[in-house]
């Protein structure tokens, strides 16, 4: 079955930084676009951040553009997200997900448990 493991979170000043991983089993890695979402209590879960399967091209939403970095290593089925100039806005659960593109919508309705993000002084 599908499992999708985040890490990689945790309590971070304004301005740090913090890589999140998540590591994909039970299907395919290679065939799909990976995408970085993002819940905050009370809102609805948001794509932040998406990458073909070679990697060669990305997509960002607004809020994090020029701050993240999504990457992956289809070796290791593996897709990462480099946060950096975090903000208290940030502070979320993030969850890795196939796509079917790298603007979404996410593929698999099992989602992994997720990493906390923590942004605050």
């Known amino acids: 079955q599908v499992q999708l493991v985040e890490s990689g979170g945790g309590l971070v000043q304004p301005g740090g930084f913090l890589r999140l991983s998540c590591t994909a089993s039970g299907f395919t890695f290679t065939k799909w676009p990976m995408t970085w979402y993002r819940q905050s209590p009370g809102k609805e879960r948001e794509l932040v951040a998406g990458?073909?399967?070679?990697?060669?091209?990305?997509n960002y939403a607004d809020s994090v553009k020029d701050r993240f970095i999504i990457s992956r290593d289809n070796a290791k089925n593996t897709v990462y997200l480099q946060m950096n100039r975090l903000k208290p806005e940030d502070t979320a659960v993030y969850y890795c997900?196939?796509?079917?593109?790298?603007?979404?919508?996410?593929?698999?309705?099992?989602w992994g448990q997720g990493t906390q993000v923590t942004v605050s002084s």
């Open positions: 997900n196939a796509a079917g593109s790298i603007w979404g919508p996410f593929t698999f309705s099992s």
């Open positions: 990458i073909t399967v070679g990697g060669d091209s990305t």
